[in-house]
């Protein structure tokens, strides 16, 4: 799935399986990759901003305090 960030101009593609939550590497690599700059705020948990193709859904925290996301198709 293509994940997008409108302000930085970045996009980022998880390999994801509908339903299934997102590992902590997968949520740090796509913020990374979507919103670059130390400090700054201006996406979602993944670092998004924009619209999506996808629904970016929080279900809860993991373990090591990032946030527990699923990525789901609209509705
Ligand atoms: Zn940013």
């Known amino acids: 799935?293509?994940?997008t960030n409108d302000f930085?101009?970045?996009q980022t593609t998880?390999?994801?399986t509908l339903g299934r939550p997102l590992t902590a590497?997968?949520?740090i690599r796509a913020r990374r990759a979507l919103c670059p700059v130390s400090g700054c705020s201006c996406g979602?948990?993944?670092g998004e901003r924009g619209p999506q193709s996808v629904r970016?859904?929080?279900i809860g925290a993991l373990a090591c305090?990032?946030?527990e996301i699923v990525i789901?198709?609209?509705?």
């Open 8 to 10: 930085h101009g970045t």
């Open 65 to 67: 305090g990032a946030p």
């Open 25 to 27: 590497g997968q949520v």
């Open 72 to 75: 789901a198709p609209h509705e």
């Open 44 to 46: 979602g948990n993944l």
């Open 1 to 3: 799935m293509k994940i």
């Open 56 to 58: 970016i859904e929080i």
């Open 14 to 16: 998880i390999r994801a």
